[in-house]
């Protein structure tokens, strides 16, 4: 199975992406220590590791792969807390 250049190109540039916004948010949490911020720095957490463990999908699909319904929990969870974080206060 090839894969495509763009669809990498595309996949590390969605880590690169979430990678720094995760990074924004968590050092705002650690300069402010409140629990607002935490909730949505959990959120992006789970974006970052969501992201980070789909990128071996790329290379060996036929061994490693999440299904869609398990794609949208971990989306649905990550919501959740960002959510839960900017309705806090």
């Known amino acids: 199975m090839s894969i495509g ?6 996949r590390v540039g969605l ?4 990678s720094v916004l995760f990074a924004i948010v968590f ?3 650690l300069r402010l220590k409140n629990r607002k911020l935490m909730f949505i720095s959990v959120g ?6 969501h992201a980070l463990i ?3 999908e790329l290379f060996i699909s ?3 792969m999440i299904d869609e319904n398990m794609h949208l929990v971990i ?3 990550a919501l959740f807390f960002i959510l839960l974080g900017t309705l806090k206060d």
Request: proline content about 4%.
């Open 54 to 56: 789909t990128l071996p």
């Open 5 to 10: 250049l763009l669809d990498v190109i595309i």
């Open 62 to 64: 036929n061994i490693y």
């Open 27 to 29: 050092a705002a949490y």
């Open 15 to 18: 880590v690169a992406a979430t």
């Open 44 to 49: 992006f957490g789970i974006f970052f590791v």
């Open 75 to 77: 989306h649905f969870v």
